[in-house]
């Protein structure tokens, strides 16, 4: 599946953006949905995932709490609302997809998603 991110930008301290991951290929229901950020000098890391089923949700400690991972098959788009951001969440974010994963789990490793999106920027100034 082809993925595109959009939605980064520049925003203060405290303040919230709306991410987007549109599917151009492909139908999301059949894919484990997750978002990853890589901050410079740094490795990718996990932000937040939901499984296949779209019940499961899960959060990396550092955002749990302020951003919420959700998706609508009906167009094709995962979402990843966020608030309150803080100046180290300033990242290239990157929406990412697999389908081998279970119906209901939800795998924390870049290795475990066969499809990536290009990045989008997200800077959050103090």
């Known amino acids: 599946v082809q993925l595109q991110a959009s939605g980064g930008g520049l925003v203060q301290a405290g303040g919230s953006l709306r991410l987007s991951c549109a599917a151009s290929s492909r139908t999301l229901s059949g894919y484990t949905m997750a978002w990853f950020r890589q901050a410079p000098g740094k490795e990718r890391e996990f932000v937040a995932a939901?499984?296949?089923?779209?019940?499961?949700?899960r959060y990396s400690d550092s955002v749990q709490g302020r951003f919420t991972i959700s998706k609508d098959d009906a167009k094709n788009t995962v979402y990843l609302q966020m608030n309150s951001l803080q100046p180290e969440d300033t990242a290239v974010y990157y929406c990412?997809?697999?389908?081998?994963?279970?119906?209901?789990?939800?795998?924390?490793?870049?290795?475990?998603?066969?499809?990536w999106g290009r990045g989008t920027l997200v800077t959050v100034s103090s």
């Open positions: 990412a997809g697999d389908r081998r994963q279970g119906y209901y789990s939800i795998r924390y490793s870049p290795n475990e998603y066969g499809s």
């Open positions: 939901i499984s296949r089923s779209g019940t499961s949700t």
